[in-house]
């Protein structure tokens, strides 16, 4: 079946440094892709996403990279801060008239920010 | 503006009690779904609603049932609880964009 997965569980970075995570995806009927962040005790948080007719999305500090060609998908957090540790997760889903709200979830990248 | 709220936030229940776990979003949001999410995974869906009156499976349903009779509230009930269930479960909300989470459930079945 379908599924979405993250190049490396952990990723340890020192504050200041960016940070690039990675994500496959494998379902090339995917249109619509999310990046979330999760701390500890809590729900995950919308970061940032991209619709599969772009390539590049910038937000505050974040960017999200698309490659359709070899269905792969990027987070980067530009001047990380040992407030962006968390475990980030990307997810897939269909955003157009067939949208159900249904995600398909990676397993996750823990990101440790060194001080 | 509250976003997704569920309660409880923590429940322990005994093999074979039920319960309803409450989902509510005050976001007039068409989609709601509810997920689990176990040590060292990601969430999988149990079951999702795009509308009051609409309800489907997800990845994982056995063992849980869902109604949507508003557009608001979405719950979640385990029927005959096993530690399998043994999990921390989020609702999300969404509208045609980026679902929405909300703080989670923590249910631990003895």
């Known amino acids: 079946g379908e599924s979405v997965g993250l190049h490396l569980p952990t990723l340890s970075v020192q504050e200041g440094d960016n940070s690039i995570i990675n994500c496959a995806y494998s379902?090339?009927?995917?249109?619509?892709f999310i990046w979330y962040k999760q701390e500890s005790g809590k729900g995950p948080q919308f970061i940032i996403d991209?619709?599969?007719?772009?390539d590049k999305r910038q937000g505050q500090r974040v960017t999200v990279l698309l490659n359709k060609t070899v269905k792969h998908l990027s987070l980067q957090i530009a001047a990380t801060q040992p407030g962006d540790s968390a475990v980030y997760f990307c997810?897939?889903?269909?955003?157009?008239?067939?949208?159900?709200?249904?995600?398909?979830f990676g397993q996750g990248t823990t990101l440790q920010v060194k001080p | 503006n509250a976003g997704v709220t569920q309660t409880p936030k923590f429940q322990v229940l005994k093999t074979g009690q039920s319960m309803t776990l409450q989902c509510a979003q005050d976001?007039?949001?068409?989609?709601m779904s509810w997920y689990r999410q176990d040590p060292g995974m990601g969430l999988r869906l149990i079951h999702y609603?795009?509308?009051?009156?609409?309800?489907d499976q997800g990845e994982v349903p056995n063992g849980y049932n869902v109604s949507r009779s508003t557009t608001e509230d979405f719950p979640l009930r385990l029927l005959s609880a096993a530690p399998s269930q043994t999990s921390v479960y989020f609702c999300?909300?969404?509208?045609?964009?980026?679902?929405?989470f909300g703080q989670g459930t923590r249910l631990t079945v003895v």
């Open positions: 997810a897939e889903t269909t955003h157009g008239s067939s949208n159900t709200g249904k995600l398909i």
């Open positions: 379902n090339s009927a995917s249109d619509y």
């Open positions: 999300a909300s969404s509208n045609r964009a980026a679902a929405f």
């Open positions: 976001m007039n949001h068409e989609y």
């Open positions: 609603s795009v509308g009051a009156g609409i309800t």
């Open positions: 991209i619709r599969s007719n772009m």
